[in-house]
């Protein structure tokens, strides 16, 4: 079943609107699925992914979640659209520093203001699954980039979101981290979590089940011929 | 929610400790020019529109000695009665100007010193005092073995005045203006509404003293209406409710005794109050010669050292005086707002450029737009709600002197926090939030938080 669908869109930035980040650009993202999206530096990538999430707005095309409308959900509407429904994994995993990895973690339930019991079950169960259940009192800067990498997957996934992005989620990890980090996607892909994965990385990429390539904000063409929409 | 606002909180004190608290001196030291601003202004909008009623489109004199006990002595002194006795009557009756010498004054009622005057007499002292004094000081006076009411000598004209009128009862005839022997004093008394319930028209009041001459008698001729009031010569507002009035009495017999000893009751009489509590009231055109006249009494009675001086144009000047205070404290109280005002925006960015991370990390996990308003301005609300406390406890401080004993101390009636403060102090707050609120809106929206999201720690 199609969960999110993303046609003809185009976005510009700039004063004079003059740097254009996406082009017409399509793209169809089933449920279940693991997706990545490849292409070079500026090509348009996170751009994809803040429209999807909403922290970008678009000017041109149409982008339906679950075949509703989304390109004039603005405001609340679109904060709690995000904080059901996405979940998101960043390179520096962009965790709170000043915090410890529990009230990290526990941050999207609190905004939902979830009961102060339920938010202490659900940090427990979730950090022990990523096995970070003995660094919830500490603080971001006294874990290693893997350990907090799951913190920030923790945090992604503890609202149950139905789509999780993640922007280069490895680029910062040695290639055993990348790994590991990799394998939780898979196993929370294989519970049901769609991924649209942004990397630069083709082991990333060839660990997933489709990629989309990018480039000048269009979908671009591989050698293989794969049309990649 | 809460949870996150305390960790915030938690981590921006730890952070800024020394800006917070500079930040809380600076706009407490704001909210206390507000204050004294505010304070003038109802000030001097208070002397404008106490002038305007009180004074109208006419002149007010008031009358001064030179301050040396010498002169003061040859002017009351008994030698000199006569003098003052003559020019009273000739200012009483001019009728260029207005003569008016009320005088409040305490009246006593009975001494535990003086045999004459035993408590036993006052059966109900205890109701006459409650019913005397606003706060009820009955317990003190016992302490103090005398019974003391407030009272007015009245002159003709206080009748006239537009907020004294009659109850019940009637006003003071010519004759009772008068006393005609020493021995046998008695006084019609009105009394405020205060004592309609304790006093009736036709009752006796016994035992009043005036000066140190025998029991006066009190006839109970009528009540004053309720909040009944007049401008004293001190141009402010006396209420009535308290008081008894007496006439301010004139004697026609001779001040000098068959045996030759002064009247103490004349004495009493004709004292400095109804020259120096006097004011010299006339018409805006017959003022100057009004004034050229009162100089001519007092020459011809031989009491040159007295002087008039302008009462109107004094209060005039005063009024310019608060005025002006005003538009100084006004500028000090703009000045520092302004500062306060800069220092918030540098705040602001200074916080949003540090923090666009932290709250782009709100931001994608849901954060509401109400959610990131409080994230943004707890800590503001936090420093107005601490200077706002710091402004009460230090106006109330310099409002209060403790004397040697710290167990008695004085509280002044000078520059209280009145609710209009607190309502200019309010909003100023509130503007104030605003503009850090929008600001912050505004700037957070212009940040790429995507960038912002990216950048390493």
Same mark, same amino acid.
């Given at each position: ?194 991924? $649209? ?33 | ?51 305007? #009623? ?53 009246? #006593? ?80 008394? $009105? ?252 700037? $957070? ?13």
């Amino acid at each position: 079943m199609e969960l999110l669908k993303l046609e003809r869109i185009t976005k510009k930035y700039g004063q004079s609107q003059n740097i254009t980040a996406l082009n017409q650009f399509n793209l169809n993202v089933r449920e279940g699925e693991m997706l990545a999206l490849m292409g070079k530096s500026g090509s348009g990538k996170s751009t994809v992914l803040n429209i999807i999430s909403g922290i970008d707005g678009l000017q041109k095309g149409s982008y339906k979640f679950k075949n509703q409308e989304m390109a004039k959900v603005k405001g609340d509407k679109m904060t709690v659209f995000r904080r059901d429904n996405i979940g998101f994994i960043l390179q520096h995993f962009a965790l709170i520093q000043d915090a410890t990895i529990y009230d990290n973690i526990a941050l999207p339930l609190r905004l939902s203001r979830k009961p102060k019991a339920e938010i202490k079950e659900r940090v427990r169960k979730l950090a022990a699954e990523l096995g970070i259940e003995k660094q919830l009192k500490k603080y971001p800067k006294e874990l290693s980039g893997g350990e907090a990498q799951r913190a920030a997957i923790a945090r992604a996934i503890i609202n149950q979101p139905q789509l999780i992005l993640a922007d280069e989620p490895t680029g910062a990890l040695d290639e055993e981290n990348s790994r590991k980090i990799m394998e939780i996607f898979q196993k929370l892909n294989a519970q049901g979590n769609t991924f $649209i994965i942004v990397t630069h990385d083709p082991n990333v990429g060839a660990m997933c089940k489709r990629t989309v390539h990018i480039k000048d904000g269009k979908n671009y063409e591989t050698g293989g011929g794969e049309i990649n929409a | 929610m809460l949870k996150i606002l305390w960790l915030e909180m938690k981590n921006y004190l730890k952070g800024n400790a020394a800006v917070f608290i500079l930040s809380v001196l600076a706009f407490t030291f704001a909210c206390i020019t507000i204050n004294l601003t505010m304070f003038n202004y109802l000030q001097a909008d208070k002397f404008r529109r106490e002038n305007e #009623e009180s004074y109208g489109n006419k002149s007010f004199y008031k009358v001064s000695l030179p301050p040396s006990s010498a002169v003061f002595m040859r002017v009351f002194g008994n030698d000199n009665r006569e003098n003052i006795i003559k020019a009273f009557e000739q200012l009483k009756n001019d009728p260029l100007f207005e003569y008016r010498y009320r005088q409040p004054n305490s009246i #006593e009622f009975f001494d535990f010193d003086n045999p004459n005057f035993g408590v036993a007499d006052f059966p109900r002292y205890r109701d006459e005092f409650l019913h005397g004094y606003e706060q009820g000081r009955t317990e003190f006076a016992k302490q103090d073995d005398y019974l003391s009411l407030k009272g007015l000598y009245a002159d003709r004209l206080l009748i006239n005045e537009p907020n004294v009128n009659i109850a019940s009862g009637r006003w003071f005839t010519e004759e009772e203006f008068y006393v005609h022997d020493p021995n046998d004093i008695q006084f019609p008394v $009105i009394l405020g509404a205060g004592y309609s319930d304790l006093y009736e028209i036709g009752d006796i009041i016994e035992y009043m003293q005036m000066g140190s001459v025998n029991p006066i008698t009190l006839h109970v001729i009528g009540f004053l209406e309720q909040d009944g009031w007049f401008y004293d010569n001190n141009n402010e507002r006396l209420l009535l409710n308290r008081y008894m009035v007496v006439p301010s009495p004139e004697i026609t017999y001779n001040f000098i005794l068959p045996d030759g000893s002064y009247c103490e009751f004349a004495r009493f009489v004709y004292n400095s109050s109804i020259m120096m509590n006097a004011r010299i009231v006339a018409d805006e055109q017959s003022a100057a010669a009004a004034m050229q006249r009162v100089y001519q009494i007092w020459g011809e009675n031989k009491l040159y050292e007295f002087e008039l001086f302008d009462e109107t144009d004094g209060a005039q000047r005063w009024l310019v005086m608060a005025r002006e205070q005003t538009l100084s404290n006004l500028i000090i109280s703009v000045f520092t707002l302004l500062v306060c005002v800069l220092m918030f925006s540098i705040q602001a960015s200074y916080k949003l450029n540090k923090y666009k991370k932290k709250y782009g990390i709100y931001m994608m996990s849901g954060i509401t737009a109400k959610q990131l308003l409080a994230l943004m301005l707890q800590d503001v609300v936090l420093m107005f709600a601490l200077s706002f406390g710091l402004m009460f406890a230090l106006t109330e401080i310099y409002r209060t002197i403790w004397f040697s004993n710290p167990a008695t101390f004085h509280r002044f009636d000078i520059t209280p926090i009145s609710m209009e403060t607190v309502v200019v102090l309010l909003i100023t707050q509130l503007l104030l939030l605003c503009f850090i609120g929008i600001t912050g809106h505004r700037k $957070i929206h212009k940040t790429d938080m995507s960038a912002a999201l990216r950048e390493h720690e």
